[in-house]
């Protein structure tokens, strides 16, 4: 049964397929707490609302100017997408944690075989920017990625590039286990190996970079089983580490930029590149190195 978890006094109530997670005008049975709605969207960690905590709120809007035709986001999105349709092509209900500018829900929303599909941000401001590209396609909620509103009541959690920001990252792997209904997946991506540390993590607010094997040890401990496992950011190895030596020796932040934001053709060659990769990815050649981890797990 899909249920849906107070977060004041932690009682389940039934949740219906056709209703939203956290329906306007809601209130809780057993305590009365209801969260309070702001244009249109649930608050249900109002304190946390666009704070600096985990992401700098002002960098939403920046972020997409920037992610359609970038050489990491885009093919990023081809590899997310490909994985869940090799292992969840049954799933109809969709919880993307910390969803940003809505950029990652594309291919969720435009498959049309999804009958629920949920964004949750902890900050408005993301908010506002994923639902001017999906409108009422999605259901947004502002949440807490500690604190999830649900028990048993999705086939597909994704979390991309979420819980390196969040330093109880093993809370946030259980909520995202007891949120999933048997046989659910998840979709995880982080960035990967500590020695790549660099300005670049500070300015994202990282808490961590994940050793080789971390994440998955964690999935397992919540509950979860790892099914699928490969780096991204693979073949452009060499660049990261020649990007973060030269910027060592130099400090220049004119290197940081050039690596966040190439020159076109640059741009363009790094996007064949991972494109390249990201087939070899799905096709079972999982990458053994690289700048991010990711990984597909199953609940029991």
């Not at 244009?39 to 666009?50: G, R, S």
């Not at 709120?57 to 050489?71: K, Q």
């Not at 990652?104 to 009958?115: I, M, N």
């Not at 330093?167 to 286990?177: G, Q, Y």
């Amino acid at each position: 049964m899909f249920m849906r978890l107070c977060l004041n006094c932690r009682r389940t109530s039934p949740l219906a397929v056709s209703e939203h997670l956290v329906p306007a005008g809601w209130a809780c049975i057993a305590c009365g707490w209801r969260p309070e709605i702001v244009d249109d969207i649930p608050m249900c960690a109002p304190a946390l609302a666009d704070t600096s905590n985990g992401f700098d709120p002002a960098a939403f809007s920046e972020l997409e100017r920037w992610e359609e035709g970038h050489f990491w986001f885009e093919p990023r999105n081809t590899l997310i997408a490909g994985l869940a349709m090799q292992h969840f092509p049954e799933a109809r209900s969709y919880l993307e944690v910390g969803c940003g500018t809505g950029f990652v829900l594309e291919p969720f929303v435009k498959s049309g075989r999804y009958a629920r599909i949920v964004g949750s941000e902890l900050h408005p401001s993301g908010l506002r920017v994923a639902r001017q590209r999906w409108g009422h396609a999605v259901e947004w909620l502002q949440l807490d990625a500690r604190a999830l509103p649900a028990r048993g009541a999705f086939d597909l959690v994704g979390a991309y590039d979420v819980i390196e920001h969040i330093a109880e990252d093993e809370l946030v792997l259980r909520e995202i286990s007891a949120a999933l209904r048997p046989a659910g997946g998840v979709i995880l991506s982080v960035p990967q190996h500590p020695f790549l540390w660099s300005d670049a993590d500070d300015a994202a607010k990282h808490v961590r970079r994940y050793r080789m094997g971390e994440l998955e040890a964690k999935v397992n401990a919540a509950g979860l089983t790892v099914v699928a496992s490969t780096s991204f950011m693979s073949l452009p190895l060499p660049l990261m580490l020649t990007s973060r030596f030269l910027r060592g020796r130099s400090g220049s932040a004119r290197v940081a930029e050039v690596e966040v934001r190439p020159p076109r053709l640059v741009n363009s060659v790094l996007r064949s590149i991972l494109t390249l990769e990201v087939k070899v990815a799905l096709a079972g050649l999982p990458w053994p190195i690289g700048g991010s981890r990711v990984v597909v797990a199953r609940k029991a």
